[in-house]
């Protein structure tokens, strides 16, 4: 259970989620990297909002959308994550972006609806199906790193050939309380090497 969001954005993070959702894909450390795929204004959860202190955003987290509002990292399409390409374990290339290392960690907080996303820039043209979504996180993570999932659907990454891509670790049900929408996080190890 936890508490209404405390930033005034369309379906920002539940407060305290993040703090929990990064013990659970990094140890907690602030210091490890986890990508926000969309982003929206994450970046933005840090601080003292209605008595409560959040912490959860790190300084070397990035964050990808398209919404150029938000300033993202990447002003990147989700949908496209199968272009980016892995140049070795440590780092990826994104498609006119250059070189950068690949996340520990991947939080994905995708609109959770088609009707939801028509809350959001760019809008339900551009609404990421969750399975590839994870498939393509599961692949551009660290091997062995760790892809969550917040989002009304329980995801399946499904398999390379027979090879299953990623291990599911985790199935939390979220809640901001009574007569509220319950949202599940999954969260996955990456299997690739």
Known sequence: MLGR????????YPAGFLERAREILVGGNL????????????????????GIHLWGFGKND????LDPACNPDFLYDVRK??????????????????????????????????????EYVPGPDFFPDLNP??????RIVKPG?????IDFEHPDPGKIGKKPIGRETAIIAV???????????????????
Do not use: M, Q
Request: glycine fraction near 12%.
């Open 133 to 138: 979504l994870l498939r393509e996180c599961l």
């Open 31 to 50: 210091e490890k990297s986890i990508w926000h795929i969309p982003g929206g204004r994450a970046r933005e959860y840090n601080g003292v909002k209605g």
């Open 175 to 193: 809640s901001i309380g009574r007569r509220t929408r319950i949202r599940i996080f999954t969260v996955w190890k990456s299997l690739l090497t």
């Open 81 to 118: 994550l199968n272009e980016i390409l892995i140049v070795d374990e440590d780092l990826l290339e994104i498609p006119g972006k250059g070189l950068f290392l690949r996340p520990g960690a991947i939080l994905i907080d995708r609109p959770y609806t088609l009707d939801f996303s028509k």
């Open 62 to 65: 990035r964050t990808i959308d």
């Open 145 to 149: 790193g760790r892809v969550g999932a």
């Open 5 to 12: 969001s405390k930033t005034k954005y369309f379906g920002a």
